[in-house]
C-alpha cells in the first residue's frame, strides 16, 4: 500500500505563491505517474498536473503558466508550486499515484493511491 502525505498549504494573498509537497512511503515512486487534483468546496475534483515517470507534465488550462509540477525521485517526494494565486484556486489539493502507464492522466479514475489532500486559500 503506497501512502502519500501532502504539506505546504495555508493561506496566502491573492498573486502569492505556494510550494506544495507529497512525500510517500514508496522507495520505487520513480516508476509511478504522480498527479495533482483539487476540489472546491461543493464542487467536483478536477485535475490540476501530472507528472510522468520520465518528468514530462501536464496541466489543466485554467493553471498554465503558473503551477509546476516536479519530483525528486531520490527524496521520494512531489512538488506543485504555484505562483500567481487566485481566488478561484481556493480548494484542498490531493496528489495521486498511478502504478501503471496511464494515458488519460485528467482521470482520477486511473490513479490507485491518493493522499489526505492539503488546505489551499487564497485570499482577494
Known amino acids: 500500500q503506497v501512502q502519500l502525505v501532502e504539506f505546504g498549504g495555508g493561506l496566502v494573498h491573492a498573486g502569492g505563491s505556494l510550494r506544495l509537497s507529497c512525500a510517500t512511503s514508496e522507495r520505487t515512486i520513480s516508476n509511478y505517474v504522480m498527479g495533482w487534483f483539487r476540489q472546491a468546496p461543493g464542487k467536483e475534483r478536477e485535475f490540476v498536473a501530472a507528472?510522468?515517470?520520465?518528468?514530462?507534465?501536464n496541466y489543466a488550462d485554467s493553471v498554465k503558466g503558473r503551477f509546476t509540477a516536479s519530483r525528486d525521485n531520490t527524496k521520494i517526494t512531489v512538488y506543485l508550486q504555484m505562483n500567481s494565486l487566485k481566488p478561484e484556486d481556493r480548494a484542498g489539493y490531493y496528489c495521486?499515484?498511478?502504478?501503471?502507464?496511464?494515458?488519460?492522466?485528467?482521470?482520477?479514475?486511473?490513479?490507485?493511491?491518493w493522499g489526505q489532500g492539503t488546505q489551499v486559500t487564497v485570499s482577494s
Open positions: 495521486a499515484a498511478a502504478s501503471r502507464y496511464i494515458l488519460r492522466v485528467w482521470n482520477e479514475t486511473e490513479y490507485d493511491y
Open positions: 507528472i510522468s515517470r520520465s518528468g514530462s507534465t
